[in-house]
């Protein structure tokens, strides 16, 4: 089974622990790509093993029993980014950079989904700015989030105007 992603993240230092997120990150995106979705992938509930594969504990919720598999990977999303980042030292810009490009990889629908919660969210990061540690990594996953959807939507839109291709966002 191996150790928790979450020890892995707070003791590692700043690069390794972006390494691991960033293999976490990919490792949802994988199960998102087989058209499936997690229940509750937060750093707690992930785990390393020996071999440095990332495996996925806590099965117990459905989130496809009152939601959209759309719906259920935008929620994955925004689970892993505010159960992750309170193990990290990277701040939400840094932290958006790496989560862009597997944000990338995944269907319109849930890019749009995920955007669209973000914004919705956004007042949070402000208003997190007064709460405690735990409220200021929603600000921070918040604000990566942002980032990294921001730098995927002028990507799509250089790539648009380059090879006249339609980005739907």
């Known amino acids: 089974m191996g150790q928790a992603l979450a ?37 707690r509930n992930l785990t390393v093993n020996v071999d440095g594969q990332i495996g996925f504990l806590d099965f117990e919720e459905d989130p496809a029993e009152v939601m959209t598999l759309t719906d259920a990977q935008v929620r994955d999303r925004l689970f892993f980014a505010a159960g992750s980042v309170r193990h990290l030292t990277q701040d939400g810009r840094e932290l958006g950079e790496l ?5 990338a990889k995944a269907q319109d629908g849930v890019r749009l ?3 669209s919660s973000v914004q919705r969210l956004g007042f949070l990061a402000w208003l997190s700015r007064w709460g405690g540690s735990r409220a200021s990594g929603i600000g921070k996953a918040i604000q990566a989030l942002k980032v990294a959807s921001t730098q995927l939507v002028t ?12 980005a739907r966002w």
């Not at 989560?99 to 944000?103: A, F, Y």
């Not at 990507?155 to 648009?160: I, M, N, P, V």
């Open 7 to 43: 020890h892995r993240l707070r003791t590692s230092g700043a690069k390794e622990s972006a390494l691991w997120f960033s293999r976490a990150a990919l490792a949802i995106a994988d199960v998102h790509q087989k058209d499936s979705y997690l229940g509750q992938p937060v750093a």
């Open 155 to 166: 990507r799509l839109a250089s790539a648009e105007l380059e090879f006249g291709l339609s």
């Open 99 to 103: 989560i862009s490009p597997v944000l």
């Open 113 to 115: 989904g995920l955007r």
